[in-house]
Structure formats: C-alpha cells, structure tokens
C-alpha cells in the first residue's frame, strides 16, 4: 500500500463529486488542446501546402486571401472567373503585354464541382499539372499509374469549337457546326493519396462528379463526365492530396457547364443585357485560377506590375498572404487560449472547493491516520495527490476527446478549413499539457492539504461517530 | 521502558486552565502488562496520548522506548509512533473505506512501511486471529469481535515495542472481547512486548500484571495495586 492509494481511494468513494469536478478539467484540458491543434495544425498545414504555389492569378474583385484559400486550400467556393486570354498571354513567347512577365508556367484551373460526401473538390486543369507544375521543386510523383493527357493546345481547338457551335446557335445559323463532343480519352482522372485512401479508389475505378457540394440545394451527379482513375499521386501531406484533377475539356463539355463557360467581355457604355448578348470568344473562356511559377525576381516583379493594373485580373502570392493569414489565426488562437486558460483555471478553484469542504467530515478519518504515525507531510501528500490525480485522469481525458473530437470530426474541418486534423499522432506539448494541469490541480489542493494536515489528533480521535 | 517525571497537561477553557492530567512518576519496565485505571476525567486518555506522543505535555520528562519524547519534534514522535508503538482505541478507528486487510497495511504503511513483506505479515496476523476468510470485507461489513481483531492486527504489524490501549472492551460483551483481549496479551507476552491499557473496568484490569491508579500518582508516589 502507498500514500497514492489513499488518495485513489478517497476520490473513489467521493465518486460523484470526483466526476463532477473532473469534467471541468476535461472540458478547459480538451479546449486548450484542440485550439492548440487547429493553429498547429493550420500553421503546419498552410506553411507547407505553399511550396510549388508560387502565384496564382485570378479575378479582380476577390480578397487575396480568398484567392490563394480557395486555389491551395481548397476553402470556400471559388471567388470569380478570368478569361483564358490572361493565360494566353502569360504563355505566349511574345505578344501581349503579359508575355514580358518570364514565367516557368501558367496552368489554368477550373473548379466548382466535388466528389463524394467527402466533398473532394474536382479540379479541371491542363496534364502539365504533372508535367511542369512543381510541388517542392519536384513534379508532383504518382503512386500508381500515371497523368490523364489534355493539352493547351487541345483546349483552345476544343474552345474554338464550342464557341463557334455556341454562336452559331445564337444566330440561329443554317449550317450549325456539331457540338463538341467529350471524348472517352478525355475521361480520366488522376486523385489525390487522401481520396484514394478514403474512397477505396484504385486504376480504374469511376470517379463522376457532383454538380456543387453534396447535401446542397441542386446538386446532381454529372453522369456524362464519369472517369476512370488513371493515376493515384504520392502523399504530399497537403490539399493535393485531397483533390481530383479532370482534363479540362471534361469541364467545359459537361451538359450545364457549356452554357455559362464563356466569359462577355464588360464594355463601357453597354448594358449588361448588351453584353451578355454578345457572341462567344473562345479566348474568353472562365477560369477559376492561374498557377504562376515567376523565372525569377524580375519576373515576380514583372508580374506585380502588370496585375496591379489589369482590368479583370489580379495576382496572389501565398508566400505573402498565408503568413498574414497566420499571424490572424495565432492572434485569435491566443485569445481562446486565454480563455481555455481561465476555463481551467475555474475547474481548479473548483477543485479547491471540492475537497476543502470534505476537510471537516475528513477530520476523524485523519487524526486515524496522524496516530498511526502519519506525519503532517504525509496527510498534505496524500490530500495534495488526490487533487493532482484528479487532474491527470481530468487531463488525460480531455486529450482522449480533443483526439475523438478530431476524429469524428476530420472530414467536416478540413472541408471547411482546409486543415487536415491527424487525430492519431500524439504531440510531445500533450505531455507537458498533462504535466502542467496536473501541477495545477496540486496547486488548487494544497489549501485544502494544509487545512487537513494541521487536524488535531486528540481531539478528534476522541470523537465517536 | 518508560519513565515519567513531572509531566502536567492542562488544556484552556475560555480564560480557565483545566489540569488534564499531572503524573509525578510513573515507570514501568519492558514486557510489562499494566492497567491504568482512574474516575472518569482523572487523565488516563491524556497520559495516554502522551506517552504515544501524540500529545506534549506542558512540562515534564517522558521516556518511551528510550527515546525522550518531550525533546522531539512533532514529525519524529509521529516516526516514533509509527515505529515503536501500536494503539487500540475504544472505538477500534478502522478506517471504513478500507478492507480489513488494507486497515493493518495502514498501520505498516505509516510504520516500518508498506513494502517488502509488509502484505504477508498482514494476513498471518488476520490469519491468526480467526479472519483470514474476512480480511478483504470492509469494517462495516464485519462484527464488533472481528474489529477488535483488525485493531489488534494492525497495532501489532509493526511489531512495536509498546501496545497502548484505550478501554478496548468498552463497546463490547466481555466474554468475546475478552478472550480476543487475552489472546493479544499472549501474543505480547511472547514476544516480550510492553502493553499499557487504559480502563475502568476491574476485570480487565485483572488481566493485566499490574493496576496503577492515574489518582494516585499525583501525590508523588505511585500506589500500586498488586493483582
């Protein structure tokens, strides 16, 4: 028997009120530990999704950081489209005045629909999104399989094609040009490590996206664009992982994407009932993003200047604008910290209370003890070890549902944030976590262990209860 | 084995100082059995707790076991306690949360300590007294009789030089409580173990080698009353 094993036992007999008082500590242990996961997590997240992201041109009108959230993170709905032209001449060796901008590539994205309840988002884009985009420096590395093939050069006979299908419709021509049709080729798909992991996808199996988000109001399977996974890419440990790339074709061809995909050019002195009534131009077709890869300095700057004045275009640079982003989060995380701080501060008090008012019922069991040979340091050990046992177990538990709060609730975080909570990793601050509330609840006893300790034995044994 | 001179304890009441107890000398050798009797209020419970150490008296030499108690500081009279002697009190003082056995492992624990062999020691001397089959049921879940006999077990774990007890028949019948009282005395006698009882009943004071009056030993000398 040990001096610990009294303290066990008189939190066991006091058991409702050990209970009552533990959960105080559950909930502050469980609420620093989850605000400290999510800015971890987001930091870690958001730090090391950036690389290969080097700029991303998209819409006027959007804050940067609803650019680079939505195009990196996968956050939120899109927040406009660009017309390819901008692509166009930031890829063109001369030309526009954007092909001074010297840059490695411009690979255009388009985004809106998502896959499963998960609600992967589908990212229709060009195959150089695994030829010459670099994460880290590196193409991005597959798994199994390899990258579907859809050119640039593919897109614009493609977009040729619809725009003057579309515009012969308009005018009600004779001879209307046929509809582009969605090749089979076409129908391919490479996912992302998490997909694949979560949808039991491997080669071959049919991925079909949704129109929106599941659960949303006109939702519906594009059961047309059904693909088939030609490529499983390597864990990136970022939002790529959980993405589904599609060729781009496949995006503009589906049914009810074709009617809206080009974009009418805004003119002064034109209604928008006047611009909406002009005909389609294939190099105006609607893009979610740009991903940008400047040469060098000068091309950043080249890129700086040219964007700040264009007229539908802006450029976003997530090395800028995440770290921003971050010192926001880690400013509002400190605040909750406080707060979860105070919570546990209360459930010490609490604690406090709890056992100084067992002190006076206690006093016979005590002087038993003190004329047994117990010293007064033994009784403030034992009393002070019953509030500290009582915070481990308290914080203990509270890191068991911070960990179950993250895992049940995965899914729904990272589809709203973007952060990816890995529920099944334990953090070496957990420990000092544990440790630290521990010392806080010994703390919180020792009024109580210094009120017990200093019982009067004569007294109190000659009592017959 | 111990040895009183001049030791007065008196306690305050309000602006009054009430004389607990006052023993001029009181020795009694190693192994003896002693009864130590008195009216009601004479200080028999207070000397006890005296020579336990649990108590300081307000001036006055006490000498247990070789070890002067009036000299020592609080934290070692407790170690002393813990060590050296083994109390049983009218009402037993078992801890109710605890079983049997974890009640004389109590002892141990604030004694010699809990470890090493201190769980075997426990149940042979549960064993002993008739309650190996009881030593994992909870006071409340046990006799009067089998009480004192968790009392006795735990104020022996320690093997302690001195046994104090406190009217350990008085809420009992005397047959029972006597036959487990007799047979702690033969335990104590074995072992050469010093007991001091605290009583007003004659005929457990009968039991014991000797009877020292608490009255008497206020005049000076200690009257004995030989068996």
């Not at chain 1, 940067?64 to 406009?80: H, I, M, S």
């Not at chain 1, 994205?109 to 060009?126: E, K, M």
């Not at chain 1, 019922?361 to 038993?368: P, T």
Request: aromatic share 6%.
């Amino acid at each position: 028997m040990k001096l610990v094993s009294i303290s066990l036992r008189n939190l066991r007999i006091r058991m409702v009120a050990t209970v009552l008082t533990m959960m105080s500590i559950i909930v502050a242990t469980a609420l620093y530990a989850a605000i400290v996961v999510m800015a971890e997590q987001t930091k870690a997240r958001y730090e090391g999704s950036i690389g290969g992201f080097q700029a991303i041109a998209g819409p006027n009108g959007a804050s940067e950081l609803e650019l680079v959230l939505n195009t990196v993170f996968n956050v939120g709905e899109a927040p406009g489209r660009i017309p390819l032209e901008v692509c166009q001449k930031l890829r063109e060796p001369q030309g526009g005045r954007l092909s001074r901008t010297r840059v490695r590539y411009a690979i255009p994205q388009a985004r809106g629909d998502s896959i499963s309840r998960f609600n992967f988002p589908v990212v229709a884009t060009l195959d150089e999104m695994f030829h010459k985009f670099e994460w880290k420096r590196e193409p991005l590395k597959f798994a199994e399989g390899g990258a579907f093939e859809f050119s640039w050069d593919e897109l614009i006979v493609m977009s040729k094609a619809l725009a003057a299908y579309q515009n012969a419709v308009r005018e009600e021509a004779e001879n209307v040009p046929p509809r582009p049709l969605l090749k089979e080729k076409w129908k391919e798909a490479v996912v992302g490590s998490r997909v694949a992991r979560q949808l039991n996808l491997e080669l071959g199996s049919t991925v079909t996206p949704l129109h929106g988000k599941l659960g949303e109001f006109g939702t519906h399977e594009h059961e047309e664009a059904a693909c088939a996974v030609v490529g499983i890419l390597e864990p990136t440990n970022s939002p790529i992982d959980s993405t589904i790339y599609l060729p781009l074709g496949i995006h503009l061809l589906i049914a009810d994407h074709s009617q809206g995909v080009f974009l009418k050019k805004p003119e002064r002195g034109k209604s928008p009932v006047q611009v909406e009534d002009q005909p389609a131009d294939p190099m105006r077709i609607g893009l979610t993003a740009i991903i940008l890869d400047p040469l060098d300095h000068l091309g950043s700057h080249i890129l700086r200047t040219e964007f700040g004045s264009h007229a539908e275009a802006q450029v976003a640079w997530p090395q800028d604008v995440v770290p921003k982003f971050l010192r926001q989060i880690g400013n509002a995380a400190d605040a909750l910290a406080v707060i979860a701080w105070l919570v546990l501060l209360v459930a010490a008090v609490s604690i406090t209370v709890a056992i100084y008012n067992t002190m006076n019922e206690r006093r016979r069991e005590i002087a038993i003890m003190r004329s047994l040979g117990a010293r007064r340091m033994q009784i403030l050990t034992i009393i002070t070890g019953e509030a500290a046992l009582l915070s481990f177990f308290g914080a203990v538990l509270g890191l068991v549902v911070c960990h179950s709060a993250e895992f049940f609730m995965r899914a729904l975080v990272e589809d709203l944030t973007g952060v990816y909570l890995d529920w099944s990793i334990f953090r070496p601050w957990e420990f000092w976590l544990v440790l630290g509330v521990t010392g806080i609840g010994a703390i919180a006893g020792l009024a109580p262990a210094v009120k017990g300790s200093l019982t009067q034995v004569a007294d109190n044994l000659a009592q017959n209860y | 084995m111990i040895h009183l001179r001049d030791v007065k304890k008196s306690y305050s009441r309000g602006e009054q100082s009430v004389l607990a107890c006052a023993v001029d000398r009181l020795d009694i050798g190693t192994g003896e059995q002693v009864a130590l009797i008195g009216r009601s209020g004479t200080g028999k419970t207070t000397v006890l707790h005296i020579l336990a150490g649990i108590l300081r008296p307000d001036c006055g030499e006490i000498e247990v076991a070789g070890k002067r108690l009036d000299k020592m500081g609080e934290s070692a009279r407790d170690r002393h306690r813990g060590r050296n002697i083994g109390m049983v009190y009218q009402t037993f003082n078992l801890l109710q949360p605890f079983t049997a056995l974890e009640n004389v492992l109590l002892g141990a624990l604030f004694g010699r300590g809990a470890g090493g062999d201190a769980k075997e020691r426990a149940s042979s001397l549960l064993d002993k007294v008739g309650l190996g089959d009881r030593m994992h049921h909870r006071p409340g879940e046990l006799s009067v009789g089998q009480v004192q006999r968790v009392a006795i077990c735990r104020a022996l774990i320690n093997d302690p030089q001195l046994i104090l007890m406190d009217e350990p028949l008085g809420n009992q019948d005397k047959t029972t409580g006597g036959q487990v009282l007799d047979m702690m005395l033969q335990i104590a006698s074995d072992t050469n173990k010093t007991v001091i009882m605290v009583t007003h009943d004659p005929e457990s004071a009968k039991r014991m080698q000797r009877t020292v009056d608490l009255a008497s030993l206020r005049s000076g000398v200690a009257e004995e009353a030989a068996k």
